[in-house]
């Protein structure tokens, strides 16, 4: 394939890089200073003249029709500005953009509810006040009635004849229907000493960022300008859907995101209300600013994809994996406002770490009467991989093997790498027998074996689980063709500026917008390598504005792919920048353009040792121009969009979908109470490899971050709904969010393995928060090993664990 071939010679072209001066050292964090002071800027602390405050009337029921929503009492509230309801909302908007296939692309959702609700917790009305407290109040006063209709709350019912339909207009609750068949699943059956079955759940849960969906829009009717300022992940990629919703000219939309306090996908579909604030600016004639409070997030805001496997594994004797034949059935919830892009997203990582070629995947998305799903940590592919090492766990059980035996049988070796996946991923390096083999050093894994069975004779329950999973970063949108080919999304793309002012200060400003990841030390450090300065001395703009920052509409902080893209698009434009500079340099100094260097501050003729410093060469780009070589334009600044070689699915669907794929590899040791169905992590380790670290420390933040996100889904945060459709757990009484008092302490280790096709050979990190959750139901069914207990939720639940060990006992 062309791409091994533009990989192997990157990676030559590493190794004969001289070495980076600031890139691989762990250099404190720029945006810490302000952040921890109390000086970071947030939605929140954004205050304009005028501003008022809105408030959102949710629905009660799961799925109702509106018969009609009175406003009359709220408005005449002193202190009420407007209200909005779902029927003015139809005539002033268009129904958002949907990216599915006929009929699901029938689908019509608003950013308030029109006719009928379809989850619990869905907007149906609101208000904008002069305070938020008289805004609230008003919702009290809004008289809403509504007539109950069934409501389904399982993606499988959701399937059956006569089951409630979500949304009528579509016909159905189906989004999605797929298959994808590589190798021969058939023949591989037929080989198999054994063939493993096992039926799978992976949960509802959220990643819970401390600061929650906020929004102040603006429209200006001197300027015509709608100014939105925001908390969200993708604000160029809103722009889209909120230029068609709103029947605004997207030219005229400034999106503006300041520091944010988390986001992890859960950011990213927030464009429902941004439309809703927006409405109420232009209805108001004021700045209208939304908080969203924790009952709203948890409810409505979206959760991760719930799903459900059917899996069979045809299996050698020795250990050997020959295939796996999947069907699986996805609750997207009541909309799709990111799907069915899951649906085909976990085909990045189709095989995970392991070498088989026959793979075979049904796949269905379904509606369902809950919260909308979106991006939430390691999107889709989360599901897919807890799904793939559980199913090596229980291979390993059936056989009575050792799972670290079966997982080093079956690993891609780091020889084999590029390796080609069943579906056209194309893995960039890696050596996960190593990563393996470091972790069950770290764990002390064979002296905890042996402690288990001796612990086990005293009736003390010792549980060890592994798991290693793959972190794919940078994703090509071209693999929402396979959901719908009419999508007009390829690739992906990525913008910086750089510019050397008349006094040589240098500025950076980047499309990516960060939400704590360090996207300002990560950048100045690149940039400060290319032009031989001190990180001090380059300044990366906050935030993102789409009136300053240089951006492509698939911009953003998502999918683990600043570090990569943003890189890229720092180099290209440092080439352009240190080209021309080199020009003026070699101007002045009398000498060969191709023997400019930058050192120190300076330019520097390699040849004769002469140099001139970078102030110097601002000051005639920019004034001091009569100075400049003929011909040559005045200024010192550049943009670059850098993408990468990505291509389109084939009949088969497979396609290179992301570019590059770190990896890690968890181990824990737990111990559990069978008279509780509780349990405690004695240690947990973790080994990780996402290529060349451009800041160790900043990795290391990613790292436990990741794990802390997986081990409380594993351990507490999960998404329940009684049988009315009402969420269970929806504050954090209820959604068990872990603090550091249950996070355990973190033994991490590091490996680098250069991606064969990345700038400068690093990968994305930060999508590992689905390591911990497969590591830790692996030692959850190793520890009630003597009970027979098998495990097939992805959440430990100590009620339900006692409940099978009660079950089991009863058999006994």
């Known amino acids: 394939m062309r791409l091994h071939k533009k990989g192997l010679s990157t990676l030559t072209k590493l190794v004969r890089e001289e070495p ?51 406003v009359s009492k709220a408005e005449r509230l002193e202190g009420v500005v407007c209200t909005l309801v779902g029927e003015e909302v139809a005539k002033l ?22 006719g009928k609700v379809h989850f619990a917790g869905e907007p149906v009305a609101a208000v904008v006040a002069e305070t938020r407290s008289t805004a609230e109040d008003a919702l ?70 401390i600061e929650n969906n906020a929004v102040l829009a603006q429209y200006d009717k001197a300027t015509g300008f709608l100014n939105v300022y925001s908390n969200n992940q993708m604000p160029m990629f809103c722009i889209p859907w909120v230029s068609f919703a709103l029947k605004f000219p997207s030219n005229r939309i400034r999106m503006v995101t300041g520091d944010v306090g988390g986001g992890f996908g859960t950011k990213i579909i927030s464009y429902p209300y941004i439309v809703l604030i927006s409405l109420l600016a232009m209805r108001s004639g004021r700045p209208v600013k939304w908080i969203e409070t924790r009952t709203e997030h948890l409810s409505a805001a979206n959760h991760g994809n719930e799903r459900m496997f059917e899996v069979e594994i045809p299996v050698k004797n020795d250990g050997t994996i020959l295939g796996l034949k ?32 026959n793979f075979q995947m049904e796949f269905l998305q379904v509606m369902t009467s809950k919260c909308p799903v979106g991006p939430n940590r390691g999107y889709s592919r989360m599901q897919h991989l807890w ?56 764990i002390d894994y064979w002296r905890w074996r042996k402690e288990q069975v001796e612990e086990r004779k005293k009736g003390r329950l010792i549980g060890i689980g592994i798991s290693t999973i793959l972190d794919s970063g940078t994703n090509n949108f071209g693999q929402v063709k396979i959901t719908n080919p009419e999508n007009p999304f390829s690739g992906n793309s990525e913008g910086a500026r750089i510019s050397i002012d008349g006094l040589g200060g240098i500025q950076v400003a980047l499309g990516t917008s960060p939400q704590g990841q360090g996207h300002e030390t990560f950048a100045s450090q690149v940039v400060a390598d290319e032009f031989g300065v001190s990180p001090d001395q380059v300044t990366v703009l906050m935030g993102f504005d789409s009136a300053v920052n240089p951006y492509s509409h698939q911009s953003g902080a998502y999918a683990s792919r600043c570090a990569v893209m943003g890189t890229g698009a720092l180099l290209g434009a440092a080439k352009k920048v240190k080209e021309k500079a080199a020009k003026i340099a070699a101007h002045v100094l009398k000498a ?136 269970k757990s929806s504050t954090l009484v209820d959604y068990l969010v872990p603090t550091a008092l249950e996070v355990p302490d973190l033994v991490t280790e590091s490996m680098e393995t250069p991606s064969l096709f990345a700038p400068k050979g690093i990968k994305g990190v930060g999508e590992g928060g689905g390591t911990p959750i497969s590591a830790i139901a692996n030692a959850v069914e190793d520890a009630l090993t003597p009970y027979g207990v098998e495990i097939s939720d992805s959440h430990q639940n100590p009620q339900r664990i006692y409940e099978l060990i009660v079950k089991k006992r009863k058999k006994m």
């Not at 019509?108 to 029109?114: F, H, P, R, S, T």
């Open 20 to 70: 980076a001066l600031w890139m691989g050292h762990p250099l404190k964090r720029k945006e810490d200073r302000r952040l921890l002071t109390g000086l970071g800027k947030f939605v929140d602390d954004i205050k304009l003249p005028g501003m008022a405050y809105a408030a959102i009337l949710r629905s009660p029921y799961a799925h109702a029709r509106i018969l009609g929503i009175d």
């Open 93 to 114: 908007t268009d129904p958002f953009l949907q990216i599915s296939s006929p009929p699901a692309n029938k689908l019509k959702d608003y950013c308030l509810a029109v």
């Open 140 to 209: 009290e006063l809004i008289d809403a009635e509504y007539e109950a209709v069934d409501h389904v709350l399982d993606a499988k019912e959701a399937l059956k004849p006569g089951a409630p339909v979500i949304h009528e207009e579509v016909g159905s609750n189906v989004v999605f229907r797929g298959k994808w068949d590589y190798g021969d699943i058939n023949a591989a059956m037929k080989q198999a000493d054994k063939v493993v079955k096992k039926t799978l759940h992976f949960h509802r849960f959220s990643s819970t960022p």
């Open 326 to 357: 999947v069907k699986a059935w996805d609750d997207c919830g009541a909309y799709t406002r990111y799907e069915p892009a899951g649906a085909t997203i976990w085909a990045q990582v189709t095989p995970g770490c392991y070498r088989f070629k």
């Open 387 to 442: 799904m793939i090492e559980r199913s090596v766990d229980i291979v390993a059980r059936e056989l009575g093997l050792d799972p670290t035996e079966v997982r080093l049988k079956n690993f891609i070796r780091p020889e084999e790498m590029p390796y080609v996946t069943p579906s056209g991923g194309v893995y960039d390096g890696g050596n996960y027998p190593e990563s393996l083999s470091r972790v069950l050093k770290l």
């Open 592 to 727: 060969d353009p191709e023997s400019i260097e930058f050192k120190e501050g300076h330019a520097v003729d390699r040849d004769s040792g002469r140099k001139i410093p970078l102030w110097q060469i601002g000051n005639i780009a920019w004034v001091n121009n009569v100075l400049l070589p003929e011909g040559m334009e005045p200024g010192l600044v550049a943009i670059h969009f850098w993408r990468p070689d990505f291509g389109l699915p084939d009949e088969k669907w497979r396609l290179n979908q992301t570019l590059t794929y770190s990896y890690q590899s968890h181990a824990a040791v737990i111990e559990m109470d069978p008279e509780t169905g509780k349990f405690k992590i004695l240690k947990y380790a973790i080994v990780d490899d996402c290529g060349k670290q451009i800041n160790p420390m900043i990795v290391e933040g990613q790292v436990h971050g990741a794990a802390a996100h997986g081990i409380g889904a594993a351990m507490y945060e999960n998404f329940e709904y009684d049988e009315d459709g009402q969420l």
